[in-house]
Nanobody, 126 residues
Framework: WQVAESGGGLVQPGGSLRLSCAAS????????IGWFRQAPGKEREGLSC????????YYTDSVKGRFTVSRDNAKNTVYLQMNSLKPEDTAVYYC????????????????????WGQGTQVTVSS
C-alpha cells in the first residue's frame, strides 16, 4: 500500500497551491488521511486530517482558515488546498494513511499514521 504526494512548487506569499495525495493498493475513503510538514531544522508538524468514513476534518491552528482538506473518492485522492501562503509555510509536505479502518477518528499525531509518502516541496518566497 502506498501514497504519493504531488503539487508542490514555488509560490509567492499570498498565493495558493493544491497538494494531492494519491493512493495505490487501497481505497483512501476507508482510512483517515493526515497531512504533515517538516521544515529544515524543525520537527514534523501535523497540519490537517480527514477522517473516515464521514470526512470530518481537523486543522492545526497555524493553518486553520487557510488550508482545506478534501477527498475525491472517484480519483482515490485526498487534496490539501493551501491559500494565503506565507514564507513560514515553506517545508516538505507529506501525507499518510491512518492506522484504523473507518473508525470515525483522526488526529495530528504522526504515530497514528502509516504508509507515508516521499513528500513534496513547497517553497513560499518572493
Amino acid at each position: 500500500w502506498q501514497v504519493a504526494e504531488s503539487g508542490g512548487g514555488l509560490v509567492q506569499p499570498g498565493g495558493s497551491l493544491r497538494l494531492s495525495c494519491a493512493a495505490s493498493g487501497f481505497f483512501l475513503d476507508n482510512y483517515a488521511i493526515g497531512w504533515f510538514r517538516q521544515a529544515p531544522g524543525k520537527e514534523r508538524e501535523g497540519l490537517s486530517c480527514i477522517q473516515s468514513p464521514d470526512d470530518s476534518a481537523y486543522y492545526t491552528d497555524s493553518v486553520k482558515g487557510r488550508f482545506t482538506v478534501s477527498r475525491d473518492n472517484a480519483k482515490n485522492t485526498v487534496y490539501l488546498q493551501m491559500n494565503s501562503l506565507k514564507p513560514e509555510d515553506t517545508a516538505v509536505y507529506y501525507c499518510a494513511r491512518g492506522r484504523n479502518y473507518r473508525n470515525f477518528y483522526c488526529d495530528l499525531r504522526a504515530d497514528e499514521y502509516v504508509d507515508w509518502g516521499q513528500g513534496t516541496q513547497v517553497t513560499v518566497s518572493s
